[in-house]
C-alpha cells in the first residue's frame, strides 16, 4: 500500500513560481515512475510531468520549458517547480506513483494551485 500527501498549492500571482510537493508512504521501492496531472473543472485531466526511478524526465506541452520535476529518493518526494505561470496553470494538481508489475496507479488527493491577481 502506498499513500501520496501533496503541498504546496496555494494563491500564486501571474508570472510567479511554485514548487509542489509529494511525499510517498509506504511501499514505494522500485516504482517506475512518479508524477503530475493536473484538472480543471469539466475538463480531463492533464498529463503534467514524470520521473522515473533513475531520473528521466518528461514534460507535458503545457509546462515544458517552464517547469522542472525532481525526485528526492531518500524522502520518498518528488517536487515540481512552475515558473513563469499563467491563470491557466490553475487546476487542481494531482501526484501519481506508478508501481511495478502492472499494478494500478495510485493517486494523492490533490492540491488547489490558483493563479490570480
Known amino acids: 500500500q502506498v499513500d501520496l500527501v501533496e503541498s504546496g498549492g496555494g494563491l500564486v500571482q501571474p508570472g510567479g513560481s511554485l514548487r509542489l510537493s509529494c511525499a510517498a508512504s509506504?511501499?514505494?521501492?522500485?516504482?517506475?515512475?512518479m508524477g503530475w496531472y493536473r484538472q480543471v473543472p469539466g475538463k480531463q485531466r492533464e498529463y503534467i510531468a514524470s520521473?522515473?526511478?533513475?531520473?528521466?524526465?518528461d514534460y507535458g506541452d503545457a509546462v515544458k520549458g517552464r517547469s522542472t520535476i525532481s525526485r528526492d529518493h531518500g524522502e520518498n518526494t518528488v517536487y515540481l517547480a512552475l515558473n513563469n505561470m499563467t491563470p491557466e496553470d490553475t487546476a487542481v494538481y494531482f501526484c501519481?506513483?506508478?508501481?511495478?508489475?502492472?499494478?494500478?496507479?495510485?493517486w494523492g488527493q490533490g492540491t488547489q494551485v490558483t493563479v490570480s491577481s
Open positions: 501519481y506513483f506508478d508501481p511495478p508489475f502492472g499494478r494500478p496507479w495510485v
Open positions: 509506504g511501499r514505494v521501492d522500485n516504482s517506475n515512475a
Open positions: 520521473i522515473t526511478t533513475g531520473g528521466s524526465t
